[in-house]
């Protein structure tokens, strides 16, 4: 036994040295969520995007069969325009997004873009065509610069800085010491949710893709911080087909569709004015309760500034 613990212990001090090393590399597969589960088919052909039409047709999917998460899904999201995603949480929301990218194939009916299935063209070409600004953005050990470059490599400084103006993150970067060149991640400066978010933006802005899917953070953000993505989010979803994964109802009110989930299923759809007009209705009451929430903590607010 002696002789195998000892192996076994430098196995272990070798495990975490090489670990703190591979630290980017794991970053970086999390970043391409490199899925072995999911295969290209033998000579698939890449996807080509015309207008970017974006549909589910009847879409079943459960992590695991015994639980299905989404029981039958149907939506379109019409080129250039934006559809969100809302519904309780453990709905199945960021699901949708994930199937969408192909993290994971569906169980159950399609998702097409353009008329083709996801399933049926190559991986490479269907991510190149979607950008995803997600919940939580991975950042590298590097430059502020170059983690919003990653969203087009071949970017000038100057688009560099033109995307996180427009991401609203500009004045942030140009008051650290360092601007641009200051490093970020783990071993860095580290940055708010709320901060990575608008890089993710920022990136997203300098890929410039026909199609983008926006998963909201889940955290709370103060308003201002929340105004200001909404100002990038609004930017960077001009004209493109765009599905928002929304956590919170504030970003929803502009979409062309809102889409209510509630146990796997289509609950409610339409415009913000519609789904506000239905009594009783799950929309309207997520709404009367986050503005519930929202006025105690404003009222809670004012009685500690009054202290
Ligand atoms: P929230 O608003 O809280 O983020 P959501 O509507 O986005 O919720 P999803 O993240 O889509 O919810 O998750 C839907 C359900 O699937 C949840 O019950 C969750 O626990 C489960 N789930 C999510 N990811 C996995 C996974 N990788 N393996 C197994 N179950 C998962």
Redesign the pocket.
Known sequence: LMQLSIPLNFIGFIYREIRQGLTDIEQMFDLLDVDAEVKDKPDAPDLHVRDGTVEFHDVKFA??RQ?P?LKGISFKVPAGKSVA?V??????????S?LLYRFYDVQDGAITIDGQDVRDVTQKSLRASIGMVP?DTVLFNDTIRYNIRYGRPTATKEEVEKAAEMAQIGDFIQSLPDGYDSMVGERGLKLSGGEKQRVAIARTILKAPPIQVL?EA?SALDTATEQEIQQALDYVSEGRTTLV?A?RLSTVIGCDEIIV?RDGMIAERGTHTRLMSIEDGLYASMWARQSEAIEAERRLREARETD
């Open positions: 992590y695991d639980r998460i995603i519904g309780p949480s453990g709905a199945g929301k960021s699901t949708i994930r919940q998963d889940t994964i956590h989930l």
